[in-house]
């Protein structure tokens, strides 16, 4: 600090030197991996250690869209099934019925406490035990519903019933976490109010509750994306059974998995900026303002580097007393 004639003093800002080094450390680990993913090459040869060429050209094959897509429609089907049966297992659980809530938790305990691949094989091998299925009023020969196990699981309709119901087990956890976060003064309001039970979980518990509700289960649909995967236990060509299908039969392995972990990171990252939004949408009515976007972080940032380059600001200390 320099005290200049016209008592006007310099200030400087505090330098830093443990967060430069760290930053430092962290640019060359950065840059050596950069060089060995990118630049280096396969032992006694010219071309890419990591093959890159043979990525560029399988990253948009016919094989391998066919597998994003159906990994991406499994995706949406498997997690429309978990969410909207989570939600009914989720109120079921809070039932004041002992033989509802009870039901419930047996799913939630049978699902969780079951690996989703061997569920992904109970169900492929199903029609071992019940050929058909019929859902009815027991010992009066009513029939609602007529239901042929050995045409309906297909190898697609398996892996999608199969992680549907597992991730029902998951949301159901999920819903009940965000409805009994909701404040019961706000039950009790809606009960004054006349509002039925249906009406004030529908109208004012469920809208609150979306805030809590929100980032776990944007978490759990990323996650659904990668659990796809295990579909290939029951033949199903989703992305990482395509690239499988093309590795065993020109044996170039590593290039391979790079196609499929590249569209699983592009995926997940469109998912991961939707589910911001969706965040950030509902927590208006909780927070003043709004968590910024990454845009106006950008700006953010950019704005303080260059405040920070700035030369050093001069203040007037205070008239002594």
């Known amino acids: 600090m320099v005290t200049n ?24 680990v950065l840059a050596m991996l950069v060089h060995t993913v990118v630049f280096s090459k396969a032992s006694g040869g010219t071309s890419s250690r990591f093959g890159w060429a043979i990525v560029f050209h399988y990253f948009t094959t016919r094989e391998v869209l066919d597998g994003l897509a159906l990994t991406l429609e499994l995706t949406a089907l498997a997690m429309t099934i978990g969410i909207v049966l989570g939600m009914i297992i989720a109120i079921m659980r809070l039932s004041h019925n002992r033989l509802v ?7 939630v305990w049978f699902f969780r406490g079951t690996p989703v691949y061997v569920q992904l094989l109970f169900w492929f091998n199903i029609a071992a035990l019940y050929k058909t299925v019929t859902i009815g009023v027991p010992f009066m020969n009513v029939t609602f519903l007529h ?49 039925t039970r249906s009406q004030t979980l529908r109208l004012v518990i469920l809208p609150q509750a979306m805030r809590v509700i929100i980032p776990p289960t944007g978490n759990e649909v990323i996650s659904m994306l990668k659990t796809t995967s295990l579909a290939i236990a029951v033949s199903v060509t989703e992305l990482l059974t395509a690239v499988t299908n093309i590795y065993s039969a020109n044996y170039e ?3 391979l998995l790079l196609v499929a972990s590249l569209w699983y990171l592009i995926v997940t990252t469109i998912l991961s900026i939707g589910q911001y939004y969706v965040e950030r949408h509902y927590a208006k009515g909780a927070l003043r303002t709004p968590p910024p976007t990454p845009l106006q972080r950008l700006r953010q940032d950019v704005r303080g580097v260059a405040s920070k380059m700035r030369s050093p600001r001069r203040v007037r200390p205070k008239a002594a007393a």
Not at 12 to 24: E, M, N
Not at 101 to 107: D, V
Not at 183 to 191: M, S, W, Y
């Open 101 to 107: 809530s009870g039901t419930a938790w047996s799913y």
């Open 253 to 255: 392995i590593m290039p």
């Open 147 to 195: 239901l042929d196990l050995v045409a309906f699981f297909t190898p697609f309709h398996t892996a999608m019933v199969g992680l549907g119901l597992n991730e029902a087990a998951y949301m159901s956890e999920i819903g009940r976490s965000g409805l009994i976060s909701v404040d019961e003064g706000q039950i009790e309001a809606a009960t004054s109010l006349g509002m």
């Open 5 to 28: 004639g016209d008592d006007e003093v310099e200030v400087v800002p505090v330098r830093h030197v443990g967060r430069w080094i760290g930053a430092l450390v962290v640019a060359l």
